[in-house]
């Protein structure tokens, strides 16, 4: 069963808008910690966000929020008032577990967002 | 100053060559590691060293080999290249503590096998 899942392939989303990207997970472990990268097309891997396991408030940073609904084992990125330069692949990432051996991320498949002016 | 540095950025090489890809991070992180993007966009971690010892190996063939000669240095060496490694391969950094530490990762190294 995949580990993460990123349902939406690509969207597209008008500029000044807000959007949201979904991310489901799959782990039995209590502790994980979940985290949002983007892809630009020139490549590099940008952190975004991160949401803890026990971490009671939804993650903020900046224009970036993460809507984390623990039982439904959800964690859906947020862009509010999207700019030109959100345009990208982002991605989910799960780390499960305290042990060494569980240190790597697994990530979703990624969705493509396009902004439009 | 860059945190986490890859050498080359691209490679373009023939099937059955030998190649390195160097990386280096200034973050002072005792973790590093290598993930794998493929044509799909799908990442996958391939290796984890953690101060010099290797803690995760994922089931990837032998003709790849780490090396990790301090802790602010991973190396991937490929032997006998195949078409099937074509992808951007990426070094990533971070500590080890807890589940909140974030990877960095270096540019990606974009390696063609002719």
């Known amino acids: 069963a995949q580990k993460i899942t990123q349902t939406q392939p690509g969207m597209f989303v008008q500029e000044k808008e807000a959007v949201t990207l979904d991310c489901t997970y799959d782990t039995s472990d209590q502790s994980y910690g979940l985290f949002w990268y983007k892809q630009p097309s020139s490549g590099e891997m940008i952190f975004l966000i991160y949401?803890?396991?026990?971490?009671?408030q939804n993650a903020t940073e900046g224009r970036y929020s993460l809507n984390f609904q623990k039982a439904r084992k959800s964690a859906n990125l947020v862009i509010s008032a999207s700019q030109l330069g959100d345009s990208a692949m982002y991605f989910c990432a799960m780390r499960e577990g305290w042990e060494a051996a569980g240190n790597k991320l697994t990530f979703g498949g990624g969705t493509r967002v396009l902004v439009k002016p | 100053d860059t945190a986490v540095s890859q050498t080359p950025k691209y490679l373009v090489t023939q099937m059955g060559n030998d190649k390195s890809i160097k990386c280096e991070q200034n973050?002072?992180?005792?973790?590093m590691y290598w993930y794998k993007q493929d044509s799909k966009k799908f990442l996958k971690i391939m290796f984890s060293y953690n101060n010099k010892e290797l803690i995760i190996n994922e089931t990837v063939p032998n003709r790849f080999s780490p090396k990790s000669p301090d802790k602010a240095h991973l190396n991937l060496h490929i032997n006998s290249l195949e078409l099937g490694d074509s992808a951007v391969y990426f070094c990533a950094s971070s500590y080890l503590r807890t589940v909140r530490e974030t990877q960095y990762f270096g540019p990606g190294t974009r390696l063609l096998v002719l």
């Open positions: 949401q803890g396991s026990y971490d009671e």
């Open positions: 973050l002072g992180h005792d973790t």
